[in-house]
């Protein structure tokens, strides 16, 4: 870190950890009971269904699952009961843990938008490390865990600096730099607590603590393989298009396993929109915390200026499709028009006019406002492309060339 962390935020999360007092989420209660019913020799389907049925969130992300192109089969499913018998239990423990997990990333408060980032990044290392691990002859379930889990005290640190800004006497000012340093220097102390708290097995509490510690890119065991996974969420985080190619700096995969993890990486955000808690539920919530001024948008680099067009386009989020109006687009960001608005970090998918026709690409919703028309209430959504196809790619490549050089920079709209 460059920065020092402010010392009276530093003291009251030091005090917070020392006291015991820091916010853990609960063990996600519908994986628990999952796993109870699980143990049982004599569980059937329709028990199996029932407990998945009284969870909506869960109940949406398999079927979405179930009807994904990773596991469809002939026909669509519609039947919920239908849907778990083709998941299977393991995956279904799988769903149920992380989706659990995202409805804790995805409670209201000021720093919803890092919380929900913390566990979209950790979604995409789960399924990594999950898909890895065969190929490293690890077992695959830990392997899912650990992903999942090796970064979430991230999480709770941003719980945490919600709760002492809450209730903080004076008004605070508070950047996106300020807050990652903040997480950086506390999750893994943090997440420490929650492994304890959950009595987590001591393989996934070792890669916890020691994840960032370097082992050398050979290391074949689950720190090497997490640490894998996070230099490949890194590059998709950062690049518009993960090419096989750029996979070569990650030199404990091998010239086989860069093709495979190429080849995996356009499913990631279709599997976290998938497994988003938020389905069903657009419209966010006010925060109630009205005193704290914080702003937790990501800087945009100063070349990634918006410019100011005006293109009719659609975009695709838990399978609704709504007509949008396309009025900046820069290198690596895009604001439209929306009658609707979604939670932040939402991923959504931007379908656009090219040069050869249509295109698709995978966004995440970086920020909302509202505006007032005289149709009414209007959003506008700034939108960061990534992990495009090579189709996409040149599509929005073609765009940028025939709208950005002519056009005037949209005013106020740099980061």
Known sequence: MTTKIPQELDHRLVALIQSDRVRVPPYP???????????????????????????????AAV???????????????VSLADAVMRVGSNELVRLAFTVGLGKEASRDGVLLDLRRTV?????????????LAQRWRLDPDPAFLCGLLHDFGRVIALSCLEDILAGAAASIKLSYARCCQVVEAYHVELGMVMAEKWSLPAMISDVIREHHHVRGDGARDLFGLVRAGDQVVGLMESSLLVERSDLDAIGSLTPEERGFVADLLPALPGLVEGLDPQAGTPQPRVSQYMRIEVDTTEPSAPEDVLHHTDLEASFQVFGDETRCTVIGIGPRRVQLVSPRSYAPQTVVQLTLDGDDGPFRMWCTLNSVRSQMRHQGKRFVLELKPFALTATAKLGWAQLLATRVPAAPAVPGAAG
Do not use: H
């Open 29 to 59: 209660a519908i994986a628990m009971r999952l796993g109870i019913l699980l143990k049982r020799p004599d569980y059937s389907m329709s028990e199996l269904a029932a407990l998945v049925t009284s969870d909506q969130a869960l109940s």
């Open 63 to 77: 079927l979405r699952a179930a009807n994904s192109a990773r596991m469809r089969g002939s026909t669509p499913l």
């Open 119 to 131: 566990w979209r990044q950790s979604v995409w290392s789960a399924f990594l490390c999950r898909e």
